[in-house]
């Protein structure tokens, strides 16, 4: 099903695609929380319901933002995987937590505190190479487990 697109305003277009409530949050678990199975994204503190979490992961793929693989040492779970576009997507997720910290803690206190929002905070752009990077690594872990050399 095609995305339909209220306008041809690139920032409207991408809250077209990005605005919905729950697309960021699971890309977010991904990047972040390492999340790649369906089981995975149903047992985060978000608490999305599976139906929802099945449409999004639908809408993700068929955007390209996500990849649906088999996982290599058991071909009957699905793995869900950033893609390259998906990976594009870590600077605004960084950008939005930067601004979350600095604008939305003196109304939610109990927003996430330590080492990864120190290094947040000193160099933004710096900790979303770090998050791409360390991400990179795991699918590259993940898409040649089981393989032998």
Partial sequence: MPQEFRCNCPFTSALDVLGDKWILVIVKQ?????????KDFTESEEAIATNILSAKLKILEELGIVAKVKRPNNKKTNLYLLTD????????????????????????PNIVEG??????????AAFA???????????????????TG
């Fill in 30 to 38: 991904m990047l972040i929380e390492g999340k790649e199975t369906f």
């Fill in 85 to 108: 576009k998906g990976l594009a997507l870590t600077p605004i997720l960084v950008a939005l937590a930067t601004w979350s910290d600095g604008y939305l803690r003196d109304i939610h």
């Fill in 115 to 124: 080492e990864s929002m120190q290094q947040l905070r000193n160099d933004g």
């Fill in 129 to 147: 190479r770090a998050l791409e990077k360390k991400y990179r690594e795991k699918l590259a872990s993940t898409l040649y487990e089981g393989k």
